[in-house]
């Protein structure tokens, strides 16, 4: 089955630790995402990435970081300078052309203590 | 930045009968929007879309009424199930990026 696979689902950290959250596609798309998502507010975008080794900064980047090494993956880092870093990300991917649908992935939980 | 808001955060509906999901856009020049489907603690399945050109499209059980006029899009379920039990929201093709709404709490009552 084609999809996104996004892990771990639950991850924990402590305050000051860098932490990457995994995401994979299988849908051959070349556009990649992330979003965060917190209660009471719609999905707020953090980067994106079109093409292997090229990437955009969203509304919210500070404090996060990506890489786009393969077509298949784009890794998230959530970084000590992120202040408020608690929250359920999630990963997204699409066809370039315009008015292309984003596909999800399951999310990923995190919880910084 | 863009907004895209909704109504009603939270509807509660009959088994079987219709759910109208409404949702308001900010920027006329939007040409394409989706409609998602977020169950707890899962990442949000496409449901349908449109673009501008179109003022309804349908799918199975599902509509999507798109009104340029007044900037607003609803979505229609038909015969509501339980399995319908979701947050959804709609989302708006900006200039470059996706704007999403804070999405509305669809409960069925069996």
């Known amino acids: 089955d084609g999809g996104i696979t996004q892990s771990p689902k639950y991850l924990f950290r402590k305050e000051g630790q860098n932490v990457t959250l995994s995401c994979e596609q299988n849908l051959n798309h070349d556009a990649m995402y992330w979003y965060r998502q917190d209660p009471g507010q719609g999905l707020r975008l953090i980067y994106y990435?079109?093409?292997?080794?090229?990437?955009q900064k969203g509304d919210i980047a500070e404090g996060y970081s990506v890489s786009r090494e393969k077509k298949e993956s784009f890794p998230l880092t959530v970084t000590s300078a992120q202040k408020n870093p608690t929250a359920f990300y999630l990963c997204?991917?699409?066809?370039?052309?315009?008015?292309?649908?984003?596909?999800f992935g399951n999310g990923t939980r995190l919880t910084v203590t | 930045g863009e907004s895209v808001g909704l109504h009603l955060p939270t509807l509660s509906v009959q088994e079987g009968d219709n759910s109208i999901i409404n949702c308001a856009y900010s920027?006329?020049?939007?040409?394409?929007f989706i409609w998602y489907k977020q169950e707890s603690g899962k990442g949000p399945q496409f449901i349908i879309d449109i673009r501008s050109n179109m003022d309804k499209r349908q799918g199975q059980r599902v509509t999507v009424l798109l009104n340029k006029t007044v900037k607003h899009l609803s979505l229609q379920i038909a015969a509501t199930q339980p399995g319908d039990s979701a947050v959804y929201f709609c989302?708006?093709?900006?200039?470059?990026?996706?704007?999403f709404g804070t999405g509305t709490s669809l409960t069925v009552i069996p």
């Open positions: 990435s079109q093409i292997v080794n090229d990437f």
């Open positions: 920027n006329s020049a939007s040409d394409y």
């Open positions: 989302a708006e093709l900006g200039f470059n990026q996706f704007y």
């Open positions: 997204a991917s699409s066809l370039v052309s315009y008015n292309s649908p984003l596909h």
